[in-house]
């Protein structure tokens, strides 16, 4: 099993009650080497106020408490996950350079200024028409932003749909979610199998398996794993199949980083 969880979150992030010695000890009784604290930062989120974003001066001083507490049991890193929005360019490329992460994810969480997670987006559209309004901003998102190490759970909006993942697959957003992919491989940037997907109850992970062999026919090849997790029951959750989804999409390698740097390890 993959002994490294990159993707989690703690009481950092509004949708979390965890703290990060929670967190961590979760991880060590799991049985992992390799953690990354990923806690969100959603900024200008119009259902979220300025109160729910953490403090990142606040968050690396908590954060580098807990490196030190645990680092005889696991390796802890410092990441964060960036809820893009396309206003949000300049301010992000800003940020990043500013705080010394050891990771960045850069996500979609909302669109219209909306979260996608509260639905409101869907309110007088199908799910098809929504998802595909979620797409093309995502595309605009990565033109105007790209310095992140992986871009997170590219079909996270399949969970929130009235009818899921009925109204969704890779062939019927081909278009935009190909031109998303073809910017990340031009860019660097990887993605992340991310495992919420079956957490919440989805038949795959993040994102389908015909993303992630699609974004591997482009040239991808950077990915790195995650389980998604908001509490310590979640940390390297279905932790088990990740092989297999990895291997059958053509990775032979998943990464881990450090310092903003990947290390590339055999799946």
């Known amino acids: 099993m993959i002994k490294a969880d990159v993707h989690m979150h703690t009481n950092f992030s509004h949708d979390s009650d965890s703290t990060p010695e929670q967190m961590a000890e979760g991880a060590i009784k799991k049985g992992l080497e390799v ?43 410092i990441g964060v996950e960036l809820g893009l929005q396309p ?7 800003e940020f990043v350079k500013k705080y010394p992460f050891d990771f960045v994810i850069g996500s979609i969480h909302s669109a219209e200024g909306k979260d996608i ?13 929504t998802y595909r309004i979620i797409f093309r901003e995502m595309v605009e998102d990565v033109k105007v ?10 079909d996270y909006v399949a969970r929130y749909g009235r009818n899921r993942e009925k109204e969704y697959s890779y062939q019927r957003f081909a278009d935009e979610i190909d031109e998303v992919l073809k910017i990340l491989v031009e860019n660097g940037c990887g993605i992340e199998l991310n495992m919420a ?15 992630l062999k699609r974004y591997r026919e482009l040239g991808g090849e950077l990915i790195t794993v995650g389980a998604d997790g908001h509490r310590p029951d979640h940390i390297a959750y279905d932790y088990h199949k990740v092989r297999d989804i990895l291997e059958s999409c053509g990775f032979k390698y998943y990464a881990e980083f450090k310092e903003r740097k990947p290390s590339f390890f055999k799946v």
């Open 35 to 77: 953690i990354c604290f990923t806690d969100h930062y959603d900024k200008d989120d119009m259902d979220w106020g300025p109160e729910d974003i953490f403090d990142p001066d606040a968050y690396f001083e908590k954060m580098v408490q807990i490196r030190e507490k645990y680092k005889d049991q696991i390796q802890i890193r």
């Open 87 to 93: 206003h949000l360019g300049g301010f992000y490329e």
């Open 117 to 129: 997670a509260r639905k409101r987006i869907f309110e007088g559209r199908t799910d098809e028409e």
């Open 145 to 154: 932003f790209n310095d992140f190490d992986v871009f997170g759970h590219v």
């Open 197 to 211: 997907g079956l957490k919440y109850g989805l038949p795959f992970a993040h994102p389908h398996t015909d993303i």
